[in-house]
């Protein structure tokens, strides 16, 4: 059964860019497991309301349709147990489910107002209207507004990886050894950053950076054959 995926692209489908698509792509290459891509913009509601959702990863496996990336993950590990554990175990998944909640509440919080205006730079434009109207009155400025003082405000962002980046000094992933869904989740943001925008979130001597570096490398390249920006 050949399984699909809708993911959010804009003007250039080559270049998906939904940091939760990215954490399903991740772990479907971790799981051995290949979908078909369905090109899916922000505006295009109806094309995934049949799935019982307005956002998207959406997975389609024959009939069978999960929404949001965590439980897309949890159906990956429960229904394809004979291959590789995306998790490591029941503990892998309770602390799966905590990065969880920190790559959205502290990654991807802390630098979407830095990239915002780059993604909107990269929508269509029945969509980038909607993403500016929603956006602006989530960061109560404009876009460009936001973008303006990002040379300051990185720096404040890269205090928030501290944590990230002092276990990144005693091993290679958040997984250990191997990365598992733990680095995929945190990976994600890093990868929409890549995709969109050209300006520089982490230090080249940081090892956050060299941990993204590797993740870009994993299953043959995926991650970085996918058009972006130099990082």
Not at 193 to 220: G, I, N, Q, T
Request: aromatic residues 12%.
């Amino acid at each position: 059964m050949t399984l699909k995926l809708f993911e959010l692209v804009g003007t250039d489908e080559a270049r998906p860019f939904s940091p939760f698509c990215w954490r399903t792509r991740m772990a479907l290459a971790h799981k051995g497991l290949l979908a078909e891509t369905i090109p899916w913009c922000l505006t295009e509601k109806d094309a995934i309301a049949p799935h019982q959702s307005e956002k998207v990863p959406v997975l389609l496996d024959g009939d069978i349709a999960v929404v949001d990336s965590w439980t897309i993950a949890n159906y990956l590990e429960d229904t394809y147990p004979d291959r590789p554990s995306l998790f490591g175990g029941e503990g892998g998944r309770a602390v799966g489910c905590m990065l969880n909640w920190w790559g959205d509440v502290t990654v991807m919080a802390g630098m979407f107002p830095m990239i915002a205006v780059d993604i909107f730079s990269q929508m269509k434009q029945v969509d980038a209207a909607y993403f500016r109207k929603s956006r602006e009155v989530r960061l109560g400025k404009r876009l460009e507004e936001v973008a303006a003082g990002r040379d300051k405000t990185v720096e404040g962002f890269r205090k928030l990886l501290e944590p990230l980046r002092l276990m990144l000094m005693t091993q290679a992933y958040l997984g250990g050894e191997k990365p598992n869904y733990a680095d995929y989740i945190v990976f994600g943001p890093f990868q929409l950053a890549r995709v969109v925008s050209p300006f520089k979130l982490l230090a080249a001597d940081d090892p956050v950076y060299a941990w993204r570096e590797r993740l870009l490398d994993a299953f043959d390249g995926m991650a970085r054959k996918t058009p972006g920006y130099p990082v």
